[in-house]
Protein backbone atom coordinates (compact mmCIF):
# COMPACT_ATOMS: atom_id res chain seq x y z
CA UNK A 1 0.00 0.00 0.00
CA UNK A 2 1.21 3.44 -0.60
CA UNK A 3 2.05 6.23 1.45
CA UNK A 4 1.11 3.77 5.28
CA UNK A 5 2.57 4.92 8.24
CA UNK A 6 4.64 2.45 9.78
CA UNK A 7 4.10 0.67 13.02
CA UNK A 8 6.54 2.52 14.85
CA UNK A 9 4.82 5.94 13.97
CA UNK A 10 1.44 4.68 15.51
CA UNK A 11 3.23 2.93 18.48
CA UNK A 12 1.10 4.55 21.21
CA UNK A 13 -1.21 6.57 18.85
CA UNK A 14 -4.96 7.14 19.34
CA UNK A 15 -7.16 6.70 16.06
CA UNK A 16 -9.52 9.03 14.95
CA UNK A 17 -12.15 9.96 12.96
CA UNK A 18 -11.84 13.02 10.34
CA UNK A 19 -14.05 14.51 12.92
CA UNK A 20 -11.76 13.96 15.68
CA UNK A 21 -8.77 14.83 13.89
CA UNK A 22 -9.95 17.85 12.60
CA UNK A 23 -10.63 18.62 16.65
CA UNK A 24 -7.05 17.53 17.39
CA UNK A 25 -5.48 19.89 14.97
CA UNK A 26 -7.69 23.07 16.97
CA UNK A 27 -6.09 21.28 20.82
CA UNK A 28 -2.85 21.13 19.05
CA UNK A 29 -2.55 24.43 16.77
CA UNK A 30 -3.46 26.49 20.16
CA UNK A 31 -0.76 24.82 22.19
CA UNK A 32 1.90 25.37 19.53
CA UNK A 33 4.76 28.22 20.72
CA UNK A 34 7.31 27.66 17.94
CA UNK A 35 6.82 24.76 15.46
CA UNK A 36 4.46 23.60 12.62
CA UNK A 37 5.51 21.32 10.09
CA UNK A 38 3.45 19.63 7.51
CA UNK A 39 5.16 16.64 5.64
CA UNK A 40 2.88 15.98 2.11
CA UNK A 41 3.81 13.30 0.48
CA UNK A 42 0.86 11.83 -1.67
CA UNK A 43 1.26 12.98 -5.59
CA UNK A 44 -2.49 12.97 -6.32
CA UNK A 45 -5.06 14.07 -3.44
CA UNK A 46 -9.12 13.82 -3.45
CA UNK A 47 -10.07 17.26 -2.59
CA UNK A 48 -13.45 17.48 -0.21
CA UNK A 49 -16.60 17.42 -2.57
CA UNK A 50 -17.39 20.69 -4.04
CA UNK A 51 -14.00 22.43 -4.47
CA UNK A 52 -14.17 24.62 -7.16
CA UNK A 53 -10.92 25.74 -7.98
CA UNK A 54 -10.06 21.80 -8.58
CA UNK A 55 -12.96 21.24 -10.14
CA UNK A 56 -12.64 23.97 -12.84
CA UNK A 57 -9.28 22.50 -13.34
CA UNK A 58 -10.07 18.99 -14.46
CA UNK A 59 -12.65 20.97 -16.95
CA UNK A 60 -9.89 22.42 -18.43
CA UNK A 61 -10.23 26.24 -17.21
CA UNK A 62 -6.53 27.15 -15.37
CA UNK A 63 -7.55 30.75 -15.67
CA UNK A 64 -11.02 29.99 -13.42
CA UNK A 65 -8.68 27.48 -11.56
CA UNK A 66 -6.36 30.12 -10.57
CA UNK A 67 -8.68 33.08 -9.54
CA UNK A 68 -10.88 30.29 -7.63
CA UNK A 69 -7.50 29.66 -5.86
CA UNK A 70 -6.58 33.17 -5.54
CA UNK A 71 -9.87 33.81 -3.51
CA UNK A 72 -9.52 30.48 -1.76
CA UNK A 73 -5.60 31.48 -0.47
CA UNK A 74 -7.09 34.96 0.69
CA UNK A 75 -10.05 33.35 3.29
CA UNK A 76 -7.04 31.90 4.78
CA UNK A 77 -5.60 35.40 5.31
CA UNK A 78 -6.44 35.49 8.74
CA UNK A 79 -4.43 32.17 9.64
CA UNK A 80 -1.24 33.96 8.37
CA UNK A 81 -1.83 36.72 10.07
CA UNK A 82 -2.08 34.50 13.65
CA UNK A 83 0.93 33.03 12.60
CA UNK A 84 3.36 36.18 12.02
CA UNK A 85 1.42 37.69 15.48
CA UNK A 86 2.80 34.42 17.38
CA UNK A 87 5.68 34.35 15.47
CA UNK A 88 5.52 30.77 14.45
CA UNK A 89 7.61 28.54 12.09
CA UNK A 90 5.02 27.26 9.95
CA UNK A 91 6.15 25.29 6.83
CA UNK A 92 4.45 22.69 4.56
CA UNK A 93 7.05 20.46 2.79
CA UNK A 94 6.20 19.06 0.39
CA UNK A 95 7.61 15.88 -1.90
CA UNK A 96 7.39 15.45 -5.45
CA UNK A 97 8.05 12.66 -8.09
CA UNK A 98 8.36 13.51 -12.07
CA UNK A 99 6.49 13.40 -13.93
CA UNK A 100 3.89 15.74 -11.90
CA UNK A 101 0.44 14.22 -11.46
CA UNK A 102 -2.29 16.36 -13.22
CA UNK A 103 -3.37 16.82 -9.19
CA UNK A 104 0.22 18.30 -8.86
CA UNK A 105 0.06 20.21 -11.52
CA UNK A 106 -3.21 22.30 -10.31
CA UNK A 107 -1.32 22.28 -6.92
CA UNK A 108 1.32 24.39 -8.47
CA UNK A 109 -1.00 27.56 -9.16
CA UNK A 110 -1.88 27.05 -5.74
CA UNK A 111 1.52 26.56 -4.16
CA UNK A 112 2.22 30.11 -6.86
CA UNK A 113 -0.52 31.77 -5.10
CA UNK A 114 0.12 31.21 -1.00
CA UNK A 115 4.10 31.49 -1.92
CA UNK A 116 3.19 35.18 -3.15
CA UNK A 117 1.17 35.62 0.01
CA UNK A 118 4.29 34.75 1.96
CA UNK A 119 3.74 30.68 3.05
CA UNK A 120 6.23 28.95 3.10
CA UNK A 121 6.75 25.75 1.06
CA UNK A 122 9.79 23.55 0.35
CA UNK A 123 9.61 21.02 -2.52
CA UNK A 124 12.03 18.23 -2.30
CA UNK A 125 12.50 15.06 -4.13
CA UNK A 126 13.01 12.48 -1.69
CA UNK A 127 16.21 9.86 -1.46
CA UNK A 128 13.83 7.22 -0.98
CA UNK A 129 10.72 6.13 -3.35
CA UNK A 130 7.73 8.63 -2.65
CA UNK A 131 5.81 5.78 -1.71
CA UNK A 132 7.30 5.13 1.32
CA UNK A 133 6.79 8.18 2.90
CA UNK A 134 3.51 9.45 4.82
CA UNK A 135 1.83 13.06 5.81
CA UNK A 136 1.73 14.22 8.73
CA UNK A 137 1.78 17.28 11.01
CA UNK A 138 4.07 18.13 13.82
CA UNK A 139 3.31 20.61 16.37
CA UNK A 140 6.31 21.65 18.39
CA UNK A 141 7.67 18.56 20.01
CA UNK A 142 4.39 17.80 22.08
CA UNK A 143 1.68 16.00 19.38
CA UNK A 144 1.78 14.95 15.54
CA UNK A 145 -1.66 14.14 13.88
CA UNK A 146 -0.64 11.17 11.34
CA UNK A 147 -3.00 11.27 8.35
CA UNK A 148 -4.57 8.43 6.90
CA UNK A 149 -5.74 8.27 3.53
CA UNK A 150 -6.94 4.82 2.66
CA UNK A 151 -5.31 2.57 0.55
CA UNK A 152 -5.17 4.99 -2.49
CA UNK A 153 -4.12 5.47 -5.39
CA UNK A 154 -5.60 8.74 -4.49
CA UNK A 155 -5.19 10.07 -1.07
CA UNK A 156 -8.88 10.55 0.73
CA UNK A 157 -9.09 11.60 3.72
CA UNK A 158 -10.64 8.95 6.57
CA UNK A 159 -9.31 9.76 9.88
CA UNK A 160 -5.90 9.40 11.35
CA UNK A 161 -3.83 9.08 14.53
CA UNK A 162 -2.34 11.31 16.98
CA UNK A 163 0.68 10.80 19.00
CA UNK A 164 2.58 11.94 21.96
CA UNK A 165 4.78 9.37 21.69
CA UNK A 166 8.30 10.95 22.83
CA UNK A 167 10.50 8.75 20.76
CA UNK A 168 7.51 8.75 17.48
CA UNK A 169 7.52 12.40 17.26
CA UNK A 170 11.80 12.61 17.28
CA UNK A 171 11.67 10.34 14.27
CA UNK A 172 9.02 12.08 12.28
CA UNK A 173 10.67 15.13 13.33
CA UNK A 174 14.67 13.72 11.76
CA UNK A 175 12.25 12.57 8.72
CA UNK A 176 12.08 16.28 7.80
CA UNK A 177 15.66 16.67 8.38
CA UNK A 178 16.88 14.15 6.64
CA UNK A 179 14.53 14.86 3.56
CA UNK A 180 16.38 18.77 4.13
CA UNK A 181 20.34 16.49 4.43
CA UNK A 182 19.80 14.31 1.97
CA UNK A 183 16.66 15.18 -0.37
CA UNK A 184 17.00 16.74 -3.51
CA UNK A 185 15.72 20.29 -3.19
CA UNK A 186 13.18 21.89 -5.80
CA UNK A 187 12.28 25.29 -7.18
CA UNK A 188 9.30 23.92 -8.94
CA UNK A 189 7.77 27.64 -8.99
CA UNK A 190 10.23 29.35 -11.16
CA UNK A 191 9.03 28.84 -13.89
CA UNK A 192 8.94 31.59 -16.95
CA UNK A 193 5.71 30.78 -18.49
CA UNK A 194 3.40 30.42 -15.46
CA UNK A 195 3.11 27.24 -16.33
CA UNK A 196 4.05 24.43 -14.10
CA UNK A 197 6.67 21.82 -15.47
CA UNK A 198 4.93 18.68 -16.51
Known amino acids: MMHRPPEW ?8 TLAGFLEAFGESWGRTEQRF ?17 QEAYRRGDVSLARSLLEKEAMGDQPLRDEVRARNLDFTRVRLLAHPLTDYLRYEMINYEV ?9 FFAPPSPVEEYFDFLLFDSHTA ?6 PGPVGHQVGGWL ?6 LRALAEIVTDLRTRGKRLNPLNTSSGTPPA
Open 114 to 122: RGRLGERME
Open 9 to 16: ALDGSERL
Open 37 to 53: LKLECWQSYQEAEGVRS
Open 163 to 168: TRHAKS
Open 145 to 150: LIHDYG
